[in-house]
């Protein structure tokens, strides 16, 4: 019997702030200051995801989740000025399709951190699994540690929505794949000397968007091309890693430092040769 | 010489508003078909002696005319066809075979277009050929069946060495076409488009005009019958040397090239006297037993010095996986197998369209007699007869062979347009002729474009069948069958092949 | 694994395949167990599923002719949510009457094959010693429950969770896939799988198993227990090199590359994949070579984790020494009584 399609309980009138306490399905919540917490040990993605949908419907605005380990989709479906605070690791498709809310990670995350996500932002104290901000529209994702393979795969922009990705450390292969847009910062603080990102095939596809790199890459694809930054550029670079080192208490001053270039697309229709009659 | 009883099988279509009577026509037609009147200042066609070669049609700059096929005048009928009827007339006039060229025109009888590819999807993403890594390396020889490496420390190095090898771009090369069937500057551009590549192109059994010789990495020098242009220089400048013992158009029988194309470029090519008819014996008389072909591949490998590996090219007639296998334990690194839809320059009809079998279940059932046998990694398979498309290619491939050989698609891509009279040596596109005078219409370099784009317009097409399949190496397409399905075809057919039925 | 041979429960390895309860859809669960049966270590512990009594009477009247049998018996089961269960026994046996140009090992593989491709109705599911394969239709802790888990004990287990499309899910598909000791249980699908089977046709192995995977086990037990190649070129077989990068290596290299993938050529995995194969003393991780499946490994004192997600070893351990994502094609491997887990040509991303 496929369980795909278990009823869940439409959320219908907002109780009142007295019945917060019955919120949280999770026997482990409780709420101090208008902040909720809940021990997610043992708890399935749909009751965590109910729950959150419960607590930010009766309007709590601050989220601590505890002991997650392997939850998926946590902070998709939520709308607004949410903050979230994860401690332990949570699963797949962290964020995915968020609009607005702020989460932030103690722990590692899996695949899919930021996919198709709208607005807001994710801050990661470790690194995040494959295809991190698949398709993102908006909205930055800041990760202390690496991201694994085809991260900013299909990112987007337009007009003044340019979504980024800030990485402290290095990268996986096919890095900003199929790129039309945003910002990727690769920062490479773990790299020792001499050493250089060992990422293959980096922007294959490439068609819009950026990337500010310090440290060689291995693997450039032919679409994509290395120039200097400009000072728009530069402004850009600074406003983000000034943004990452406060999250992970970084001095800017020395990360800006390092030297940086910018790979961007060679042309705008890579493959327009291609095709005949 | 009786009368003809036939009427014409084309005529000449030419709108006289159009018509500018700048005698293009008259001077492209070989054949004499378009003549020019001074006085009525008129371009008359003489419909009986039109081919329908296209070549006036294309190069008349203000597309006055269009060539038409002369309605059928007899009696509709299944059994007596048109054809059979012209054939039996022209018999009956001459008392000889029936000469054509080309391949066979015959209907159901490509299999190609009763097999479909598979795409993944859900289960299995496809692959996007600009953006990922795509390869369609391709060597060909004998491989072993196992390598065995050194392992002292950490260092691993190689202790068994490959056998010589060819290594091919992309799984496509120029099949045999000898230089006499076609003219210098076809040749040179098959050479060079090869070369420029990264693939193989075949000599034919007419041997190879020295000025090719620096072409000779990209070149495999085809030993027939006749031998043709064979001496130790030829044997040397060759990347691999290829055995004819067969040819899918005409199996059974030899080669014949008219004397009227045997001008003096061809006579000190061949050591033949000029003039004379150039025959390849139908076996090559030093094969007569299944254990000769061994011999003469050994002596092969032996006057190269075991440098250089060896193809046998058959035709695929009924016994085809036996004699495959046969040359496999004989010492074949490459097999070649030519299928009854494959072309010629020239050859009697009835045997072209009657004699052998077509390749798809040729290649189907010799792949599979090879691995049953457990030798199926001695021998390399390259497919050949008829290769239409990419698709084809892929369909091919799928069924079991490595590579394939193609010939009629690199004449179309140059400009030819099947017309089937390659035997007269009046090509007026310039291919099939050793007339001076035409074969200057056929500019090596333009015609090497042509061919470079066919190469990479259907690598690119491959590339794109491999990825909507998931694949993205040649090498799992190579004998996978479940990645094609059988529409329209009998259990039997579907067995002899190794397909399911598609919705299977 | 544990590198250092300890043996432990069913419980972290169940705890962890149940955590990624929604990768699957409860159409296949298994697990291979290995160190399971010390009093029995020299005798091939032969697992056999049979839809019937009759099968099993036919098949066991083969195995005493050619084995000697030390011991028979029913797997022990209860009652679980699981479907179908067929009779699965067990017999722990030596080869009787090999021929001498014949090694046990090969003997082994030969009547496996046979009692596979002969009835239609039994099926080996592990044919090593002292080690053994447990699967069927269920979530995997399912599984587990049904074959009472709670009384096995080893030093290295491998676990798997089924989402069957191209084939039904039944008794046979699911993975753990077996021959001898070695095991495979794999994420993905083999776009190559008639190619690969089609070549290891021809060296004795048929699939009978109706799931890609099957092929994965006879790739490693021709390549590395017939063949005896190291894994290094083992993973240069089935993740290959792009010849765009064979062709700037240096000529020694570049002749080695290129004369594996024109000798294996037909062994390419092709399509997603992620698996983890295992025999006794060592324990192998491998993706794809452009990584289309996850893998993440992990070490905390002598105990190796390869998991598809990191939650999963963070559950059965929270805190770990290293914690890496491996490069697509690049085999992780954990050696019994070796305290490094050799990361093959890779560099890791050291994480944690």
């Not at chain 1, 890459?217 to 402004?235: C, F, H, Y």
């Not at chain 2, 005529?11 to 020019?36: A, S």
């Not at chain 2, 010589?164 to 000898?178: G, K, N």
């Not at chain 3, 021929?99 to 002969?118: C, F, G, L, W």
Request: charged share 20%; with cysteine.
């Amino acid at each position: 019997m496929l369980e795909k399609n278990k009823a869940h309980e439409a959320v219908n009138s907002a109780p009142s702030k007295t019945d917060l306490a019955k919120l949280c399905t999770s026997p482990r919540c409780r709420i101090e200051d208008s902040i909720a917490k809940i021990d997610a040990t043992g708890l399935y993605y749909r009751d965590l995801s109910l729950d959150l949908r419960h607590l930010v419907h009766a309007g709590i605005k601050k989220i601590e989740l505890y002991n997650v380990c392997g939850q998926r989709y946590i902070g998709t479906s939520l709308k607004g000025d949410i903050e979230i605070t994860i401690s332990g690791t949570p699963g797949n498709d962290l964020g995915a399709f968020m609009d607005g809310p702020k989460i932030r990670v103690y722990g590692n995350t899996q695949d899919g951190c930021g996919n198709t996500m709208n607005s807001g932002e994710i801050i990661v104290n470790g690194s995040v699994g494959d295809i991190p901000g698949y398709a993102m529209r908006g909205g930055r994702v800041f990760i202390r540690g690496n991201v694994g393979y085809r991260a900013g795969i299909r990112m987007k922009e337009y007009g003044a929505r340019i979504p980024s990705i800030v990485v402290g450390g290095t990268a996986g292969d096919f890095l900003a794949e199929y790129m039309a847009g945003g910002t990727i910062v690769l920062l490479g603080l773990n790299l020792e000397a001499r050493q250089f990102h060992k990422s293959m095939h980096v922007g294959t596809g490439m068609h819009g968007g950026r990337l500010y790199v310090h440290g060689k890459i291995a693997g450039l694809a032919s679409e994509a091309v290395l120039e200097e930054l400009t000072s728009e550029d530069l402004s850009r670079l600074q406003q983000l890693v000034t943004d990452f080192s406060r999250h992970f208490r970084y001095d800017p001053a020395q990360i800006l430092d390092r030297e940086f270039y910018k790979i961007c697309p060679g042309s705008g229709r890579p493959y327009g040769g291609h095709y005949a009659y | 010489m009786l009368k003809s009883y036939l009427y014409p099988e084309f005529y000449v279509e030419r709108d006289l508003n159009k018509c500018i009577r700048c005698k293009v026509c008259v001077r492209q037609c070989k054949y004499e078909t378009h003549k020019y009147d001074a006085e009525d200042d008129v371009i008359i066609s003489d419909n009986e002696k039109c081919v329908n070669c296209q070549r006036c049609v294309v190069f008349c700059p203000t597309r006055a005319l269009t060539i038409r096929k002369n309605p059928v005048a007899y009696k509709e009928n299944f059994n007596w066809t048109q054809d059979a009827i012209v054939d039996l007339k022209k018999q009956a006039e001459t008392g000889g075979i029936v000469l054509t060229g080309m391949g066979s025109s015959k209907q159901n009888l490509a299999y190609f277009d009763r097999i479909l590819l598979n795409a993944s999807q859900v289960t299995n993403p496809s692959i996007d050929p600009l953006r990922e890594p795509m390869e369609l390396v391709t060597y060909l020889g004998s491989k072993p069946d196992k390598v065995e490496v050194n392992q002292d420390t950490e260092a691993i190095s190689l202790h068994t060495k490959l056998s010589p090898q060819l290594r091919l771009e992309s799984p496509i090369m120029f099949s045999a076409m000898s230089y006499g069937a076609i003219s210098f500057n076809v040749h040179q551009a098959l050479a060079q488009a090869a070369s420029e590549f990264g693939t193989y192109f075949n000599t034919g059994e007419g041997g190879l005009d020295k000025r090719l010789y620096k072409y000779g990495q990209n070149t495999i020098v085809q030993v027939a019958s006749g031998r043709f242009g064979v001496h130790k220089d030829y044997l040397d400048v060759g990347a691999a040397v290829e055995i004819k013992i067969g040819q899918g158009a005409k199996p059974g029988i030899g080669g014949h090239l008219p004397g009227e194309k045997v001008t003096s470029d061809i006579s000190r090519t061949r050591m033949i006297p000029e003039g004379t008819d150039a025959l390849s014996p139908a076996p090559q008389h030093d094969i007569y037993s299944i254990e000769d072909p061994s011999q003469l591949i050994y002596a092969l490998k032996e006057a190269t010095d075991y440098r250089k590996p060896v193809s046998v090219k058959i035709a695929a007639v009924h016994n085809v996986a036996a004699i495959a296998s046969g040359i496999v334990r004989a010492g074949a690194d490459i097999v070649a197998i030519d299928g009854l839809r494959g072309a010629t320059g020239a050859a009697p009809k009835v045997i072209r369209d009657n004699v052998g079998i077509p390749i798809e279940l040729a290649v189907a059932s010799v792949d599979q007699r090879l691995r049953s046998e457990g030798i199926r990694n001695s021998a390399s398979i390259v497919a050949g007869g008829g290769i239409r498309s990419s698709a084809d290619v892929v369909k091919i491939l799928a069924l079991g062979a490595d590579a394939v050989y193609v010939a009629t698609a690199a004449l179309v891509a140059m400009g030819c347009t099947v017309c089937q009279k390659c035997h007269t040596g009046k090509c007026p596109w310039g291919i099939a002729t050793m007339d001076p005078y035409i074969a200057k219409r056929i500019n090596s370099d333009i015609a090497k474009e042509r061919l470079l784009n066919l190469l990479k317009g259907w690598s690119l097409e491959i590339k794109e069948m491999m990825g909507g399949m998931g694949i993205n190496a040649v090498d799992s397409l190579r004998g996978n069958r479940l990645a094609l399905r059988g529409v329209g075809l009998t259990a039997t057919k579907l067995k002899v092949l190794g397909l399911r039925m598609a919705g299977d | 694994m544990d590198l250092s041979g300890q043996r432990f429960g069913s419980k972290d390895p169940v705890n962890a395949i149940a955590n990624m309860h929604d990768r699957g859809n409860g159409l296949g669960g298994g697990f291979a167990v290995y160190g399971l049966y010390p009093e029995f270590e020299d005798e091939y512990a032969l697992h056999i599923m049979y839809t019937d009594m009759e099968a099993k009477r036919n098949v066991e009247a083969q195995l005493e002719r050619w084995f000697d049998l030390l011991k028979s018996e029913e797997v022990p089961s209860r009652e679980a949510n699981v479907l179908d269960p067929p009779i699965v026994w067990r017999y722990f046996a030596h080869p009787k009457r090999i021929h001498s140009t014949q090694s046990p090992d090969n003997y082994v593989v030969e009547k496996a094959m046979r009692i596979n491709t002969e009835t239609g109705k039994a099926f080996v599911f592990s044919s090593g010693k002292n080690m053994a394969v447990f699967k069927g239709v269920g979530y995997p802790e399912d599984v587990a429950d049904f074959f009472m888990f709670e009384e096995y004990q080893g030093y290295m287990w491998t676990c798997h969770g089924r989402f069957p499309t191209n084939t039904p899910g039944w008794w046979g598909g699911a993975h753990p896939f077996n021959i001898l000791d070695w095991t495979v249980v794999h994420n993905g699908e083999i776009s190559s799988y008639d190619a690969n089977r089609r070549y290891l046709e021809m060296f004795g192995y048929n699939c009978t198993m109706q799931t890609d995977t099957e092929v994965l086990a006879y790739a490693f037990d021709l390549l590395m227990r017939k063949q005896r190649l190291p894994i290094r070129i083992v993973s240069s077989i089935l993740a290959p090199k792009l010849w765009s990068e064979i062709d700037k290596m240096d000529e020694q290299d570049r002749e080695l590359y290129t004369t594996l993938r024109a000798t294996y050529a037909s062994l390419l995995i092709n399509g997603p994949f992620s698996i983890f194969v295992a025999r006794h003393g060592e324990m192998i991780g491998l993706t794809d070579r452009i990584k289309l499946r996850p893998m993440i490994a992990g070490t905390k004192g002598s105990k190796l984790y390869i998991s598809s997600e990191e939650s999963a070893m963070r559950l059965v351990s929270p805190v770990l020494n290293r914690c890496w994502a491996p490069r697509g094609g690049e085999p992780v491997v954990g050696r019994l009584g070796s305290s490094q887990v050799q990361c093959v040509l890779t560099q890791e991303a050291a994480v944690c």
